[in-house]
């Protein structure tokens, strides 16, 4: 007995877009490296997601240009106030060292 339909019978189904918080998968790795630098990130600071943020951005924004999310707001993703100049990881080395900070 079988439970299904037959192929030939078209019921008008249409897909739905997936819900805010799911993307598709990226099955072509477009954005793998911004994935793998981020994942290597959270590694080296033990799971702690702060010191990669921007690589976090980055990644995010890789996947808005190419169509695997929808694109949003940096505010409504928590990465507003992530600036492209700040360094990548935690660690001070990265800081400029002429800084007054580093005086």
């Not at 997601?49 to 695997?68: A, F």
């Not at 990881?89 to 400029?96: E, I, P, Q, V």
């Amino acid at each position: 007995m079988s439970f299904g339909r037959p192929p030939s019978i078209n019921i008008g189904f249409k897909p739905n877009p997936p819900d805010r918080g799911s993307f598709p998968l990226d099955h072509y790795g477009e954005c793998k490296e911004m994935m793998q630098a981020y994942m290597s990130c959270l590694k080296e600071n033990g799971s702690e997601s702060t010191p990669c943020r921007l690589l976090s951005k980055n990644y995010l924004d890789c996947r808005m240009q190419k169509g695997l999310m929808e694109r949003d707001d940096w505010k409504n993703l928590g990465l507003a106030d992530v600036d492209k100049k700040q360094p990548s990881s935690g660690d001070s080395s990265t800081a400029n060292p002429t800084s007054p900070q580093n005086k």
